[in-house]
């Protein structure tokens, strides 16, 4: 995962080359990276990379982990 507050490296997926390095090194096939408020999917150098806005991605860690304080107390 990556986390950016651009719509750079959604035009420009080659500028992430440090997450592409570690998928790549950990034989992973896609990574997340979050945008300011764009989303979508791409593949690069057979890496499946998927944008999802800032404040989306916040939502949903925040409800996950609400959820499992829920089913762990529950």
């Given at each position: 995962m990556?986390?950016?507050w651009s719509y750079r490296?959604?035009?420009?997926?080659?500028?992430?080359k440090s997450l592409l390095t570690f998928c790549e090194n950990n034989k992973l096939k896609s990574a997340l990276?979050?945008?300011i408020d764009k989303s979508g999917s791409m593949e690069k150098n057979?890496?499946?990379i998927h944008?999802?806005?800032?404040?989306?991605y916040a939502y949903t860690v925040g409800r996950?982990?609400?959820?499992?304080?829920q089913n762990r107390n529950g």
């Open positions: 990556e986390i950016k490296f959604l035009e420009k997926p080659e500028e992430i990276v979050t945008t057979k890496i499946r944008y999802l806005p800032a404040a989306l996950n982990t609400i959820l499992q304080k």
